[in-house]
């Protein structure tokens, strides 16, 4: 479709103009804005936050920054996947066993349960195996100091995703860390400033125990705050064991005590699980839904004007780039630059959900063709 956006976006940047054309034409006015249809005066913040909201809402179509490897990694490498049970584990574990079949590699996954202790563990039982190399995500490394340092005296390469973990030794990079979480918390603030009039207040609802979380919150924090002063942000923390369990009554809950809060967002699909059913049985109205790391039932939800807006992530993408830092490091080409390579960006709102690139499942995966891109950047028919 191209660009396409809302109609408060549209609204914003018609009082920019105007406001613009009023200050051209009189130098002694003492306002140079004027009201929107829907949203009254639009300010600098609001205008600058729409500007930034347009530039992502097409479909992206590259995996991003990547230098196409030299020759043909090595066929027979063993990977073991350290496996979260959320919804998004599980689609990154799957997206992890198709980049390594196309190497020619074998894969596996073992469960991290819940907790630090749990995912240590597991960690345990993975170098045990000694396979090639071990994947682990959520988790800090600081949870995994002794089992990383046991790995690289056994020789078996590690990486990470979605740790907010900077550059570790023993790891060979991190993709997905804390300068994309600020992307997609910057990109949310956006949003939620141009489509709440300058005035919103929302419930940002995230997870303390996972780390990469924190960037994504505090950056949507500080970006409201930036943009519009008059805005308010309340966050809401949640145990994993909550996801679509209790935080869809927590988030009754917490509306019930705040009736001025009008938007909710959530720093990952999976938290978001039942919450427009559990607002609908209370009689809740008007409430916007919006978040990170949408699941197919919230691109359903955007569809149908139940959910609001969602910042794509690119789980299966991101998850075929692990496999490529392991790639680049079997043919020693650079891996930190590599893991560093941010993920495009697009918001995704009911302008453009019937245009998202997505799956036969409706999960969205943001780059269509994206395996041939791969197929190309590691030599591989």
Known sequence: MGSRITKSFMAVLAAGLAATSLTACSSDSSSATTSTETNGPATAGQKEAAEYLAKYSANPTSVGDLKTLPERPPTGKSIINLQASTAIAQRAAAAQKAAARLLGWSFDSIATGPTPASAA?????????????????????????????????????????????????????????????????????????????????????????????????????????????????????????????????????????????????????????????????????????????????????????????????????????????????????????????????QVITSANVEEVADDASGYYIGVAGYQDQFKKLWRVS
Request: charged letters at 15%.
């Open 121 to 345: 563990a597991a960690f345990d039982a993975a170098i045990a195996r000694h396979p090639d190399a071990i994947l682990f995500a959520g988790f800090p490394a600081a949870v995994f100091a002794k089992q990383i340092a046991e790995a690289k005296a056994a020789g078996i390469d590690v990486v990470s995703t979605a740790t907010g973990d900077g550059k570790t030794d023993g790891v060979l990079g991190s993709v997905l860390g804390a300068p994309q979480m600020k992307l997609y918390g910057k990109l949310l603030a956006a949003y939620f400033v141009t489509e709440s009039g300058g005035k919103g207040k929302a419930g940002v609802f995230s997870i303390q125990a996972f780390p990469i979380l924190a960037p994504f919150v505090t950056a949507f924090q500080s970006w409201v705050k930036e943009w519009c002063p008059g805005c308010e942000t309340s966050v809401v923390n949640q145990q994993v064991t909550d996801q679509g369990t209790k935080t869809p009554a927590n988030v009754v809950g917490f509306l019930q005590r705040n009736p001025d809060v009008k938007w909710l967002m959530f720093g990952t699909g999976d938290l978001a699980q039942g919450v427009p059913a559990a607002l609908a049985t209370a009689g809740l109205k008007d409430i916007h839904i919006a978040g990170t790391s949408p699941g197919p039932a919230d691109l359903v939800n955007v569809k149908a004007g139940t959910e609001s807006a969602w910042v794509g992530n690119m789980v299966d993408i991101a998850n075929w780039r692990l496999l490529d830092v392991l790639a680049r490091n079997y043919v020693k080409t650079d891996t930190e630059a590599a893991a560093a390579a941010l993920l495009p960006l």
